[in-house]
Nanobody
Framework: QVRLVESGGGLVQPGGSLSLSCVAS????????MGWYRQAPGKQRELVAV???????NYGESVKGRFTISRDGAKNTAFLTMNSLNPEDTAVYYC???????????????WGQGTQVTVSS
């Protein structure tokens, strides 16, 4: 019912920058929150950045000051700008959205398929 499509991953050198985008589509009544999580090999999925519809933003501790999330509400799109990347940022980055399908339903969480970000020289 709801589809999240990420784009923008790839290979970048340490100290470099990269941007990701995610578009949500489908039977969306309200996007309550949208953002990014990541999962490195052998590690649990962790918060990168999430922004609510009220513009409250939460960042993971390891990315504060380096990553910035933004949203285009009219286009159901989220962007992640990543600066000062280091090898520890290497992971699969997953788009996340908390969606209300109508005015009465409990919001549900949806995930994209993920995009690989590799930081290496």
């Amino acid at each position: 019912q709801v589809r999240l499509v990420e784009s923008g991953g790839g290979l970048v050198q340490p100290g470099g920058s990269l941007s990701l985008s995610c578009v949500a589509s489908g039977a969306i009544f309200k996007l309550n929150a949208m953002g990014w999580y990541r999962q490195a090999p052998g590690k649990q999925r962790e918060l990168v950045a999430v922004q609510t519809s009220g513009s409250t933003t939460n960042y993971g501790e390891s990315v504060k000051g380096r990553f910035t999330i933004s949203r285009d509400g009219a286009k159901n799109t989220a962007f992640l700008t990543m600066n000062s990347l280091n090898p520890e940022d290497t992971a699969v980055y997953y788009c996340y959205a908390r969606v209300s399908l109508n005015a009465y339903s409990v919001p549900r969480d949806y995930w994209g398929q993920g995009t690989q970000v590799t930081v290496s020289s």
